[in-house]
């Protein structure tokens, strides 16, 4: 069995500074885990991905995530937040066993970014 | 790259119709595609897992009457409501799968979504 939960479902950052939107994870086997971004009325594009290489994953827009395995973690985060980045985010677990490629996600994150 | 496209984009139905939904994989070929359903404001939920050439996986508690699955082809899927009730109207999107990378086989490449009304 596999879960993820987000921790917060609204995140407000003013432009400029840093983002952190919180998942964990709960899986029976070894996890992959990505982070999506959804923007109005629109499908989803993954922002990074961890499939058991390093465990600090850089993706696009200056986003990265870390795992941590000791606390079932994979914070997305940001340096510095730009107003284009405002839109839901979700994250995501599929276990890494052969043949099942069931994605479960996370209930979701709206980050709002102030001017 | 890999690209999914779906038509239509956005669709109202009166209570009783069916409607179909396509999903094309645009510049790869998918031998599986999936069909999730988001309500506003939550999560995707998987729907169904559709197989080239075969029948779908269904989710449980999905009604596979209702939602039919249809994967004719290695670049398009589609996805008919029967049927349709207002309880029905939903934002449906779908993903494809990219073969041939073996280690990253969960990558899904999602498709912009098709927003139903049912009147």
């Known amino acids: 069995a596999q879960s993820v939960t987000q921790l917060d479902s609204h995140v407000s950052v003013s432009e400029g500074t840093p983002v952190l939107l919180r998942c964990n994870y709960s899986s029976s086997y070894s996890p992959s885990l990505f982070w999506y971004v959804q923007h109005p009325n629109k499908g989803l594009q993954l922002l990074l991905k961890y499939t058991s290489a390093a465990t600090l994953v850089k993706g696009i827009n200056g986003f990265e995530a870390e795992f941590k395995k000791s606390e079932t973690s994979f914070h997305l985060t940001k340096p510095s937040a730009h107003m284009s980045d405002a839109a839901e985010y979700f994250c995501?677990?599929?276990?890494?066993?052969?043949?099942?490629?069931?994605?479960?996600f996370g209930t979701g994150t709206r980050l709002t970014i102030i001017p | 790259g890999a690209v999914v496209s779906q038509h239509p984009s956005w669709v109202i139905c009166k209570s009783g119709t069916s409607v179909k939904i396509e999903c094309r994989s645009l510049d790869f070929q998918a031998t599986t595609m999936f069909w999730y359903r988001q309500f506003p404001k939550q999560s995707l939920m998987l729907m169904a897992t559709s197989n080239e050439g075969s029948k779908a996986t269904y989710e449980q508690g999905v009604e596979k009457d209702k939602f039919l699955i249809n994967h004719a082809s290695l670049t398009l899927s589609t996805l008919t409501v029967t049927s349709a009730h207002p309880e029905d109207s939903s934002f449906y999107i779908c993903?494809?799968?990219?073969?041939?990378?073996?280690?990253?086989?969960?990558?899904?490449?999602f498709g912009p979504g098709t927003r139903l009304t049912v009147t």
């Open positions: 993903s494809a799968r990219k073969p041939g990378l073996a280690k990253l086989s969960y990558e899904q490449y």
């Open positions: 995501v677990v599929t276990p890494s066993n052969f043949g099942n490629e069931k994605l479960t």
